[in-house]
């Protein structure tokens, strides 16, 4: 059972364009979100990520949204640039105790079309 | 920059070979994970260790699989015996978890083909 769920398997964007990837989650104990960027033949590398006290944060041309009510949250990369092609990995935590451990999605393939 | 250091990168081994993959963290980190790759599943936390002590390993199949940290510098994960459906991308993953920011930094991880 998906506690974190990134329903679109890929994204196609136009350079200069905006990228909006979508994750969803079912547990309202997390609190806090992160997302990730995967090139092949490389682990994850942390991107941005937000505590459930906001509704966004944002780094540069990363924004991340988050709606609690909707149990959503969504990456926003503008201007998309071709290096930003790679699979974006939505993650969430819960504080269990005194441990955290992170849930991942599946990932969104991103391809940023020059 | 600090790294996460695994090895090997790629180990291809027969059915019933015992596999050891290896990972240093960043140094001063003091919570490591070990995590699966596999297409239908995503990435799985297999096991993870605060201050060298092994907090969860809930993930990982204990009949045949074993992770350890014989001491902060190195965490090991050991298969014996392997299976074909064992073959999937191994990463490992430290960090402080002080602060807000909960970011964990990967390795490059370790691909294991099982044949």
């Known amino acids: 059972d998906q506690q974190v769920k990134q329903n679109s398997p890929s994204l196609s964007v136009q350079e200069g364009r905006i990228s909006i990837l979508n994750c969803d989650y079912t547990n309202s104990m997390f609190d806090y979100f992160l997302w990730y960027k995967k090139y092949p033949a490389e682990g994850p590398t942390f991107l941005i990520s937000?505590?459930?006290i906001k509704d966004k944060n944002e780094d540069g041309r990363f924004t991340v949204f988050l709606n609690k009510s909707a149990k959503h949250l969504s990456l926003h990369i503008v201007p998309s640039q071709p290096g930003d092609s790679a699979v974006y990995f939505c993650a969430a935590s819960a504080r269990a105790g005194n441990n955290r451990k992170l849930i991942w999605g599946l990932g969104t393939s991103l391809a940023v079309n020059p | 920059d600090a790294r996460v250091t695994q090895t090997p990168r790629h180990k291809v081994t027969e059915m019933g070979q015992e596999v050891t993959m290896r990972c240093q963290p960043i140094?001063?980190?003091?919570?490591v994970f070990w995590y699966r790759q596999t297409m239908m599943q995503g990435l799985e936390l297999l096991a993870y260790f605060r201050n060298r002590a092994p907090l969860d390993d809930s993930g990982m199949p204990k009949d045949r699989f074993s992770a350890e940290m014989p001491d902060a510098t190195l965490a090991t994960l050991k298969i014996q015996p392997s299976e074909p459906r064992d073959s999937a991308v191994y990463f490992c993953?430290?960090?402080?978890?002080?602060?807000?920011?909960?970011?964990?930094?990967f390795g490059s991880g370790t691909r294991l083909t099982v044949v």
């Open positions: 140094l001063g980190h003091n919570t």
């Open positions: 993953a430290s960090g402080s978890g002080r602060g807000t920011n909960y970011g964990y930094t």
């Open positions: 937000i505590s459930s």
